[in-house]
């Protein structure tokens, strides 16, 4: 363990649909600008950029942190996956826990295109090849959007293992939806019925349309400090970084003919274990959870590798109500990745927003009661998974 991290300014961008956005730049420079006004410093203070997204050209960090000042600051290129935002959160992280720095950038932000995700280079390996290995064994290959072939086959196999009802798997996306209608930065925020979730088209059983993050662009960043530099600056009781931790995939991934498994499982929950180590606090100690709802089938999972409930009692945890406001967690408040939208890079620093307001009591209506305690999960195939646990003093 090295320096305490500090996080002292947050900021993103208003998801939009492939289209309707600005330019990849104009998004991130507004995320950053927005943090570095929530942290009350000049860019001038920044000692390096961390610059996440995954589908653009290489150096796309500098240009997007042109307008933000020309300080000859290093700046890193970072592409994860999904877990884009998160990665490079944690590579900030290491730079002040470590004593490179005392003030950095972490940025993510993505354009995409309409449409399902799919590979821009087809003369070369498919980095998921075998995740797809796994999938045309134990399931074989559709027209469906591979992506959703994927969640959605662990989904099914959970539903077989366990007697999960679809309802079930609707009733995930209509807590999003209700939670988005309360944030004004989410794509989506119309409230829909578990019988309008069902009735939409299905994609991949059990997922249908609104059980499917959709492709979406938006910025989002985090300035972090060191202890010294937020006490020079009188910045007081900051949220911090309690714990983090990054898995890749293990031989279980591949081995035991699991979709459930594939698709990350086994890599959150040695990832959150990790970081319930480190913390020195469980699941039990946590209010607020954002978590990486790219499928409903997904979020379902997780509550299971997060320990936030055992294995197969996602279902009863669900119609309980332990999973929103007035339950015992609060899960995405901001809508996650099913109403807020899944721009890839941008993600895991949106995540990371949410929780720095819910942690700050400026949550508005999104707030959850006496919020001390936030973990943040962020997933990507292929493999990565990143937790981070957040506190306020």
Same mark, same amino acid.
């Not at 320990?307 to 009863?316: D, Y």
């Not at 899944?342 to 009591?361: D, F, I, K, S, Y």
């Given at each position: 363990?090295?320096?305490?991290?500090?996080?002292?300014?947050?900021?993103?961008?208003?998801?939009?649909?492939?289209?309707?956005?600005?330019?990849?730049?104009?998004?991130?420079?507004?995320?950053?600008?927005?943090?570095?006004?929530?942290?009350?410093?000049?860019?001038?203070?920044?000692?390096?950029?961390?610059?996440?997204?995954?589908?653009?050209?290489?150096?796309?960090?500098?240009?997007?942190?042109?307008?933000?000042?020309?300080?000859?600051?290093?700046?890193?290129?970072?592409?994860?996956?999904?877990?884009?935002?998160?990665?490079?959160?944690?590579?900030?992280?290491?730079?002040?826990?470590?004593?490179?720095?005392?003030?950095?950038?972490?940025?993510?932000?993505?354009?995409?295109?309409?449409?399902?995700?799919?590979?821009?280079?087809?003369?070369?390996?498919?980095?998921? #090849?075998?995740? $797809?290995? +796994?999938?045309? !064994?134990?399931?074989?290959?559709? =027209?469906?959007? &591979?992506? *959703?072939?994927?969640?959605?086959?662990?989904?099914?196999?959970?539903?077989?293992?366990?007697?999960?009802?679809? #309802?079930?798997? $609707?009733? +995930?996306?209509? !807590?999003?939806?209700?939670?988005? =209608?309360?944030? &004004?930065? *989410?794509?989506?925020?119309?409230?829909?019925?578990?019988?309008?979730?069902?009735?939409?088209?299905?994609?991949?059983?059990?997922?249908?349309?609104?059980?499917?993050?959709?492709?979406?662009?938006?910025?989002?960043?985090?300035?972090?400090?060191?202890?010294?530099?937020?006490?020079?600056?009188?910045?007081?009781?900051?949220?911090?970084?309690?714990?983090?931790?990054?898995?890749?995939?293990?031989?279980?991934?591949?081995?035991?003919?699991?979709?459930?498994?594939?698709?990350?499982?086994?890599?959150?929950?040695?990832?959150?274990?990790?970081?319930?180590?480190?913390?020195?606090?469980?699941?039990?100690?946590?209010?607020?959870?954002?978590?990486?709802?790219?499928?409903?089938?997904?979020?379902?999972?997780?509550?299971?590798?997060?320990?936030?409930?055992?294995?197969?009692?996602?279902?009863?945890?669900?119609?309980?109500?332990?999973?929103?406001?007035?339950?015992?967690?609060?899960?995405?408040?901001?809508?996650?990745?099913?109403?807020?939208?899944?721009?890839?890079?941008?993600?895991?620093?949106?995540?990371?927003?949410?929780?720095?307001?819910?942690?700050?009591?400026?949550?508005?209506?999104?707030?959850?009661?006496?919020?001390?305690?936030?973990?943040?999960?962020?997933?990507?195939?292929?493999?990565?998974?990143?937790?981070?646990?957040?506190?306020?003093?």
């Amino acid at each position: 363990m090295g320096r305490k991290v500090n996080v002292i300014g947050v900021g993103m961008t208003k998801f939009q649909k492939p289209g309707a956005s600005d330019e990849y730049n104009v998004m991130a420079v507004n995320a950053a600008k927005a943090a570095l006004a929530d942290a009350k410093i000049p860019y001038s203070e920044v000692q390096a950029a961390y610059c996440g997204y995954v589908y653009g050209d290489s150096t796309c960090g500098q240009r997007s942190v042109y307008e933000l000042g020309l300080t000859g600051i290093p700046v890193y290129n970072v592409n994860n996956n999904c877990s884009t935002g998160s990665t490079a959160l944690m590579l900030a992280k290491q730079a002040i826990e470590g004593g490179i720095a005392e003030c950095v950038l972490a940025l993510g932000f993505e354009k995409m295109e309409k449409g399902a995700l799919g590979s821009k280079f087809t003369d070369r390996t498919n980095p998921l #090849e075998w995740q $797809a290995g +796994v999938m045309s !064994k134990v399931q074989g290959f559709t =027209s469906a959007p &591979p992506a *959703a072939q994927m969640f959605g086959g662990a989904g099914r196999e959970y539903r077989f293992k366990y007697g999960t009802k679809r #309802e079930t798997f $609707a009733k +995930v996306s209509e !807590k999003a939806r209700k939670h988005a =209608s309360n944030n &004004p930065y *989410a794509l989506f925020n119309q409230v829909l019925s578990v019988e309008e979730i069902l009735a939409s088209e299905e994609v991949f059983d059990p997922l249908t349309r609104y059980q499917c993050c959709p492709p979406t662009c938006g910025a989002g960043a985090a300035i972090l400090c060191s202890d010294e530099f937020a006490k020079k600056h009188g910045i007081s009781n900051p949220v911090w970084i309690a714990a983090q931790a990054m898995t890749t995939d293990y031989e279980s991934s591949f081995k035991e003919d699991s979709m459930i498994k594939m698709v990350g499982y086994d890599m959150a929950k040695a990832c959150a274990k990790k970081v319930y180590e480190e913390a020195g606090l469980g699941p039990k100690d946590v209010q607020v959870v954002e978590l990486h709802d790219c499928f409903t089938a997904n979020e379902i999972l997780t509550y299971e590798a997060l320990g936030l409930c055992e294995e197969g009692q996602a279902e009863k945890f669900i119609w309980d109500g332990d999973n929103t406001y007035g339950g015992k967690w609060v899960t995405n408040p901001s809508g996650g990745l099913l109403s807020k939208g899944h721009p890839l890079g941008a993600t895991g620093l949106a995540q990371c927003t949410e929780l720095v307001w819910q942690l700050r009591g400026t949550a508005d209506k999104r707030q959850v009661p006496n919020a001390k305690v936030a973990l943040q999960h962020n997933l990507g195939l292929g493999g990565a998974c990143v937790i981070t646990m957040y506190r306020a003093d």
